[in-house]
């Protein structure tokens, strides 16, 4: 089969594998759509700034290079192994890619799994990934697509969990305003999230203007914070009291500051992107409004079944920011995701 395999840094291939088969508890998918995300970047880009799964095998899941990449993929069920009942031959679903975590250490008991230093990942530092035309899973690792769910809206349940989660991380209720900071994929996904969730006062903040047309495709409220007064669209949006919670999807430090100005006092601002370069703020804004700082990374196996649910509801729309590539363009594909050209993927594997 064919697949693409990292062997280092720069360096993707498109090569030949055997195929996998199922064991005990798993299942073999034929992968339909794998998406690229940030994170694919930095193992492209920054092999070196992780951890495992490099010179030297996964401590957890024994997974070094090559490696096929792709952790935001779909796929159709063509085998099952000895004793999975709750998954049949046909069924279509989205891959929760989490693989392993250690299970002792503080994150792991405070169940904050992906946060845990040993986490092993489909598609990054554990055997199997998306950009394959097969790979196996364990079963419980399927989440099964309803009817109204075709396979391409499902290789985008990963990362739009991502969003998901990170609406949650705010807090914010229903009826509450926001500003994301970003409109890449991760921010395309909170803005749906935010809606899907019952908050309509969004405002949607991104310097790129091929990025704010998408949003302003979709309806959302957008500016530019270079060459626009951010404060005034803020201040229009709530009657001048700030925002609720702003989602900082950018990994830029600039989105950082300016969205911890547009906090309300008490508001909360989520760190939800990577970062390439430290930055530097006043943190006595925070303690004169008592606003907050958290992080954001990954999702619950509950946000992803909402995330599907949503979908199944009708709250994601992918027109405008969703394109296909084949599976052959993965290198290019990268490049222009590094550029941030366009919003959103997809490699046709199927």
Not at 86 to 106: E, I, M, N, Q, W
Not at 319 to 334: C, K, Q, S
Request: charged content about 20%; overall charge negative.
């Amino acid at each position: 089969m064919k697949a693409a395999r990292f062997h280092g840094r720069e360096d993707l291939r498109i090569e030949e594998v055997p195929e996998p088969a199922p064991g005990p508890g798993q299942v073999k998918l034929r992968n339909a759509y794998a998406g690229i995300c940030g994170s694919d970047l930095h193992f492209y880009f920054y092999p070196e700034s992780l951890p495992f799964g490099l010179d030297e095998p996964h401590p957890l899941t024994g997974a070094t290079l090559p490696q096929v990449l792709g952790h935001e993929f779909s796929g159709t069920v063509v085998e099952v192994g000895e004793g999975v009942h709750d998954v049949k031959v046909g069924d279509r679903g989205a891959v929760y890619p989490l693989a392993v975590s250690c299970g002792t250490c503080a994150a792991c008991r405070k169940g904050l799994c992906f946060s845990c230093r040993l986490m092993g990942s489909l598609g990054s530092n554990a055997e199997g990934g998306g950009l394959a035309e097969f790979t196996v899973c364990d079963a419980s690792k399927l989440h099964v697509l309803p009817d109204g769910v075709d396979l391409r809206t499902g290789a985008l349940v990963e990362p739009m969990a991502v969003g998901w989660h990170a609406v949650a991380r705010s807090g914010v209720e229903p009826g509450g305003t926001a500003l994301v900071a970003g409109a890449g994929p991760i921010g395309i996904g909170t803005w749906f999230a935010l809606r899907a969730q019952g908050v309509d006062r969004v405002l949607v903040s991104e310097p790129s203007a091929d990025r704010r047309a998408i949003m302003a495709g979709l309806g959302a409220r957008v500016v530019d914070p270079v060459n626009e007064d951010l404060a005034a669209a803020v201040a229009e949006l709530t009657d001048g009291r700030g925002v609720d919670v702003v989602v900082e999807a950018a990994g830029a430090g600039a989105a950082v500051g300016s969205g911890l100005a547009a906090l309300v006092p008490g508001g909360r601002l989520v760190v939800a992107s990577l970062h390439e370069h430290p930055m530097e703020f006043q943190p006595t804004s925070l303690m004169m409004g008592e606003t907050e700082i958290v992080g954001a990374v990954g999702y619950r196996p509950e946000e992803f079944d909402a995330v599907i649910a949503a979908m199944a509801d009708g709250f994601y729309d992918t027109t405008g920011w969703v394109r296909e590539l084949p599976l052959e363009d993965v290198v290019g594909a990268l490049h222009s995701l590094r550029a941030g050209l366009g919003g959103k993927t997809l490699l046709k594997v199927a």
